[in-house]
């Protein structure tokens, strides 16, 4: 076993502290890596404070780790010792549905093995996250990270990065198509640097004047304010895309009367409570809704390979993880712009 130092939940309602777990010994197919950057996500918030329910603990939450192999098993072919690697949100999935065959790990039929709060396959012991000094994957769930590139910055890439960059990808946003991103925070200023350099013509909707400097800065060509009731009416019929963000309760209707015909809103963000849709907003234009989670494997890769070459990052505040009770707080307040990241130098 390989003795780990970490930050854990003991339940729901109390802090994050320090904790030790043991990771298992390096199998054939996997690598060891010595983690050096960590990504907090709101997910971590929900599943640490169980507000999706099935949470289990202790729990170590972190699924947006980089770091560097330190060790790797024999059978292992696609990583060195020395090399920079990243893990994402799951560290294994069934392999033989049709999803996983075709490189869509993320809609596992079986059910993807989440890289904290999960269960192992075959021995049914706890996953553990990436608030911990290192973690070990099998080599096929393991992604490589370019040195081009901070690390700090490429860390949210694993969740925020892809959660944006699946969506705009599966439908084809380029060079014409005009779209909105609606909520400028973690999920939404990588969409923006997505759907920018993707070709479109970009427009962020938002409800706080300040966020109008920023969404010029991270590439956006408009920025409209959502309470300026006249300002969305000539926003009616005008965007082939809208990136749905938000994961507070809202009113869909208000946001699907921007679309123009045949136009789509892409939902990654998780409201606590159904959202009602009425059907006559979609009828009326032939507009669709549909859903994102993430990206498998092969995706990811490739979106970490887009970064690199297209000098895309995420726009981050690191902590040490003496601060993430803290972190969790500010994030509650939409006080970070935009993604925390925690220097696990600082958790050795």
Not at 60 to 79: L, Y
Request: charged letters at 20%.
């Amino acid at each position: 076993m390989i003795p780990t130092k970490a930050y854990a939940a003991q339940s729901a309602t109390t802090p994050l502290a320090p904790f030790s777990l043991d990771r298992r010994p390096i199998g054939d197919n996997d690598v060891q890596i010595e983690i050096l950057y960590c990504g907090v996500c709101h997910s971590d918030i929900h599943q640490v404070r169980n507000e999706w329910g099935g949470s289990t603990y202790p729990m170590v939450p972190g699924h947006e780790i980089v770091g560097r192999i330190v060790n790797v098993g024999k059978a292992v072919s696609r990583f060195n010792v020395g090399d920079l690697a990243g893990v994402g949100c799951f560290v294994d999935s069934c392999r033989t549905c049709e999803n996983c065959k075709e490189g869509l790990q993320q809609y596992c039929d079986g059910g993807m093995v989440g890289t904290y709060n999960g269960k192992e396959k075959g021995t049914g012991a706890p996953t553990y996250g990436g608030y911990s000094t290192q973690i070990v994957v099998d080599e096929n769930y393991t992604l490589k990270v370019s040195d081009k590139l901070p690390l700090e910055g490429v860390a949210p890439l694993l969740c925020a990065g892809i959660t944006t960059y699946s969506p705009l990808r599966h439908v084809k946003v380029g060079k014409g198509h005009k779209v909105a991103v609606l909520g400028l925070g973690g999920l939404g200023h990588m969409a923006v640097k997505f759907a920018k350099a993707f070709g479109a013509e970009v427009t962020m909707l938002s409800t706080s004047p300040s966020k109008r400097e920023d969404a010029q800065r991270l590439g956006a060509d408009h920025f409209a304010l959502i309470t300026d009731e006249e300002q969305m009416k000539g926003l009616k019929n005008s965007f082939d895309f809208i990136m749905n963000t938000v994961s507070v309760k809202h009113d869909y209707s208000i946001y699907l009367n921007l679309l123009r015909t045949n136009g789509t809103m892409i939902v990654v963000g998780i409201p606590p409570t159904p959202s009602e849709v009425p059907a006559f907003n979609l009828i009326a234009k032939r507009r669709s809704i549909i859903g994102s989670l993430i990206g498998g494997i092969p995706e990811t890769q490739e979106m970490l390979d887009f970064c690199a070459e297209h000098n895309i990052v995420s726009d981050v505040e690191v902590i040490s993880i003496d601060k993430i009770n803290e972190a969790y707080e500010r994030m509650l307040k939409a006080d970070v712009r935009y993604r925390f990241v925690i220097d696990i130098a600082s958790l050795k």
